[in-house]
C-alpha cells in the first residue's frame, strides 16, 4: 500500500550546517509531493512541493528534488539557522485530497 | 485572511461519549479534509468532504462520520469514544480536490478520552 519512509530523528545540528533529511515514498501512479513543517506551538505548514518527475520545489533556503527513479524526495538545506528547529513531514498526493504521510522527523539546531 | 479554525482547542471526554469537531476551511477553499495525529506520527487520514458529500476515506471505522455546510465549514463526529481515539484531530483545506493541491491545516483539537 501507500507509505512514506523518512528518516528517523531526532537530528540535531549546529547552526550553519548542512541538513539532509531523507524521505521515500511507495505509491501507485505519479503522485505530487510535498514537505510540510510544524514549528514549536504552531500547525501544520507547506514548506514546498513538486508535482512531477525531476521538479524541484524550493522555499526559505530549503530544496527537495522530485526523483521518480528512486522514489525520492529528500529535503536540503546549506545552511541551517535556530529558527529552522521544527518538525518537517514528507507527504503525498495521489487521489485526489488523500494525502499520505511520513512520521515527521524533528529537527534541533543549536547556536 | 483567516486561515483554517478548528474548535475546540482541546477536549476531555469519558470513554463510550460521543463528540463533535468543528473546522471552518481557509477563505476561497472549497474542501475540507480531516487527519488523526498520534504522538509521535504523522497525520493519518480520515476523510474529505467536498460539495457537501464524503469524496475519499480512510481506514477508519465508520464511528467516525462527518458533514460539510453549504459555506464549506466541516464537523467530525466520533460516536462510542474508545481509548485509543485519543489524538490530535485536524482539519485541512484546499481548493478543489485535485492532487497538486497543498493542504492547509487548522492547529488542530487535542481529544482526551478517559
Known amino acids: 500500500g501507500n507509505s512514506v519512509t523518512q528518516m528517523e530523528g531526532p537530528v540535531t545540528l549546529s547552526e550553519e550546517a548542512f541538513l539532509t533529511i531523507n524521505c521515500t515514498y511507495t505509491a501507485t501512479g505519479y503522485p505530487s509531493l510535498f514537505w510540510y513543517v510544524q514549528y514549536p506551538g504552531e500547525g501544520l505548514q507547506l514548506l514546498l512541493k513538486?508535482?512531477?518527475?525531476?521538479d524541484k520545489g524550493s522555499n526559505k533556503g530549503f530544496e527537495a528534488t522530485y526523483r521518480k527513479e528512486t522514489t525520492s524526495f529528500h529535503l536540503e538545506k546549506g545552511s541551517v539557522q535556530v529558527s529552522d528547529s521544527a518538525v518537517y513531514f514528507c507527504a503525498f498526493n495521489t487521489n485526489a485530497g488523500k494525502s499520505t504521510f511520513g512520521d515527521g522527523t524533528t529537527l534541533t539546531v543549536k547556536p | 485572511d483567516a486561515g483554517v479554525t478548528q474548535s475546540p482547542t482541546h477536549l476531555i471526554k469519558t470513554r463510550g461519549q460521543q463528540v463533535t469537531l468543528r473546522c471552518s476551511p481557509k477563505?476561497?477553499?472549497?474542501?475540507v479534509s480531516w487527519y488523526q495525529q498520534a504522538l509521535g506520527q504523522g497525520p493519518q487520514f480520515i476523510f474529505q468532504?467536498?460539495?457537501?458529500?464524503?469524496?475519499q476515506r480512510g481506514n477508519f471505522p465508520d464511528r467516525f462520520s462527518g458533514h460539510q455546510f453549504p459555506n464549506y465549514s466541516s464537523e467530525l463526529n466520533v460516536n462510542a469514544l474508545l481509548l485509543g481515539d485519543s489524538a490530535l484531530y485536524l482539519c485541512?483545506?484546499?481548493?478543489?480536490?485535485?492532487?497538486?493541491?497543498?493542504?492547509?491545516f487548522g492547529n488542530g483539537t487535542r481529544l482526551t478520552v478517559t
Open positions: 477563505s476561497g477553499h472549497d474542501t
Open positions: 513538486a508535482t512531477k518527475a525531476d
Open positions: 485541512a483545506s484546499s481548493s478543489g480536490t485535485g492532487e497538486r493541491s497543498p493542504l492547509h
Open positions: 468532504y467536498y460539495e457537501e458529500e464524503e469524496r
